[in-house]
């Protein structure tokens, strides 16, 4: 079974966003990046640097993952960039199922992050498992061992609902 890739279609032009079913949305235009900036600087003084981390994932999510930094999606113009270390970040994004093997790993990354710091559990195996349930390997979702405050849903979730996704998380805690 096959399905149409996520990252079809062309770039937007300059200032168009792309709305969560992966459509360009030129009303919302200019908004969503003046929004995100605004939020990031209310809450954190600074862009948002998000780690990712892989606790046993198909690789399916990362594509989609990986989507978000070509020039489609192009996320660092919303100021949210990966980093290589949990120690300079401020988002966790985990993708996978929460296998035995890399518990301890995520564990530990959690540990490294400085406060403040959120959780984001991205992909139906993130959230409770997915199709990986019930494996003895796994033991579910990635809320049995670190707090989430974020789940986005979809196997694998397509780019524009991760980047809507991390939009409503800096909106959320900009507004505590
Ligand atoms: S949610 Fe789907 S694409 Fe993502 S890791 Fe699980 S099986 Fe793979």
Redesign the pocket.
Known sequence: MTRTPQTGGGPPNPGESIDPDGSVDPETTESLSARLEAAAQTRLGRSLAIRHVNTG??N??ELELRALSNVLYDLERFGLRFVESPRHADVLLV??PLTRNLRTALEQAWDATPDPKWVVAV???AVDG??FKGSYAVLGGTGLSIPVDLTISG??PPPARILAGLRSLLEANART
């Open positions: 994932s198909c399916g999510c993708t996978g992909g139906d195996c997915g199709v196997c694998p």
